[in-house]
């Protein structure tokens, strides 16, 4: 199985950052039922990505 992040923290911080504009832009369409869906799903794997990201070393 595929571990679900990667060893390094350059790499971590592009997952990072790129599921952060992808949260942000589904929050500018929160009236749509999909961007609710996008915004909830792309905002847990935020979460779990930073807590990642945070453990971490060079």
Do not use: K
Not at 25 to 43: D, E, K, Y
């Amino acid at each position: 199985m595929a571990p679900l992040y990667v060893q390094n923290r350059r790499d971590g911080s592009r997952l990072l950052s790129s599921a952060l504009v992808i949260f942000f832009i589904s929050l500018t369409q929160l009236h749509q039922p999909w961007g609710a869906f996008v915004a909830m799903v792309s905002g847990l794997v935020c979460l779990y990505w930073g807590l990642a990201y945070r453990r971490l070393e060079r």
